[in-house]
């Protein structure tokens, strides 16, 4: 199989590079680890979390995360957790996931949103906490529930319901109730499209992959790796970080439910899902609705060693980018590496592990071509030369978004762990994680392995 760019699966040099590393410490800056991170499976929206409401879940991956660690649940001076299609009752999720774990009620937490990149945020948060002094210990996650999603009244059935309810008289509220029109009664259904341009992630994508002339064939054939990938490292038990979630009711839930390798046969079978009827992208190669929750314990070196832990590494450099959300939505990646590269002093040969957010298989493509255009570099991106595009045997190798799953607001601290856990495993000691997000804004981060 020739890949995209044309270069072979196999025959990369890159893995028998051996070049003594030096790490990123930096001075006057205090060192930031990961102790551990856990999240509860993964599953397709619409399956055993439908009856739950997102707190549920995001308390399930706190105390996954407690049981992990046996951190004393006092010690931790800060919680944030991202989510991005709010629950109307619990918009600060994390505050009530807190207490449901039964966090000190005196340990303060916010949530943030920021797309597809919000369990990253959360982290950034959490590091910018630390770094700064402020705290020492801090829980950052993420959770998403598509299964159940605000559906709002229309804007003229909320605003007879508002005025109705302040109607001092029987003569008033008749006036307003005489208004009413059955068109008031079409419900608005949250999407998952730009607010700024009106147009759903999948058309983009599938305008993405057209743009960069990335076939049908290539997209079935990157989603049926993905899947391969995962479902190879589930049988294997390299999914470290999921722990088992006792549904109420239900079964006790022990592993994402979204991994389904097909062929590329069956997938030539679907039919485009956005463009209709030439395009591309399409049920087999897009990440899926998804319903999880993810948690890490994040903390200053020193505080870590003191309380006798052994962490599992360090969360160095990082950057955000935003783009324009038309024509560059799903870019981040590609604009987020070489800064991040840049900023810590690295380049793509020293990563050793790269974990990059799977929204589409379109998307992916699009970055690795993005990556390793000289021009797109000159006339996009204001650099002389193109950063390169990751090599395929180090990259997302245990699985990504398209198999494993993305909840919304959970997936940031997923790519981590998964980095994580595979330079603990394969003895790397730089991993690259990278995602694009809503809004044509992305992130990337590099995470460092501790020495054993």
Known sequence: VTWVTGWPLSGLSFAAQTKSKKTLAKPNIRNIVVVEGVRIPFLQSGTSYKELMPHDLARAALLGLLHRTNVPKDVVDYIILGTVIQEVKTSNVAREAALGAGFSDKTPAHTVTMACISANQAMTTGVGLIASGQCDVVVAGGVELMSDIPIRHSRKMRKMLLDLNKAKTLGQRLSLISKFRLNFLSPELPAVAEFSTSETMGHSADRLAAAFAVSR?????????????????????????????KVPGKDTVTKDNGIRPSSLE?????????????GTVTAANSSFLTDGASAMLIMAEEKALAMGYKPKAYLRDFVYVSQ????????????????????????????DAFEFHEAFSGQILANFKAMDSDWFAQNYMGRKTKV????LE??????????????????????????????????????????CAAGGQGHAMIVEAYPK
């Open 266 to 278: 069956q997938m030539a079978k679907l039919k485009p899902a956005f463009i209709k009827p030439y």
């Open 324 to 351: 324009d959300p038309k024509d560059q939505l799903l870019l981040g990646p590609t604009y987020a590496t070489p800064k991040v590269l840049e900023r810590a002093g690295l380049t793509m040969t020293d990563i």
């Open 217 to 245: 064939l290539d997209q079935d054939e990157y989603a049926l790796r993905s899947h391969s990938l995962a479902k190879k490292a589930q049988d294997e038990g390299l999914l470290s970080d999921v722990v088992p979630f």
């Open 394 to 435: 180090k990259f997302n190798n245990w699985g990504g978004s398209l198999s494993l799953g993305h909840p919304f607001g959970a997936t940031g601290c997923r790519l981590v762990m998964a980095a994580a856990n595979r330079l603990r495993k394969e003895g790397g000691q730089y991993g690259l994680v990278a995602a």
């Open 388 to 391: 390169g595009s990751p090599p």
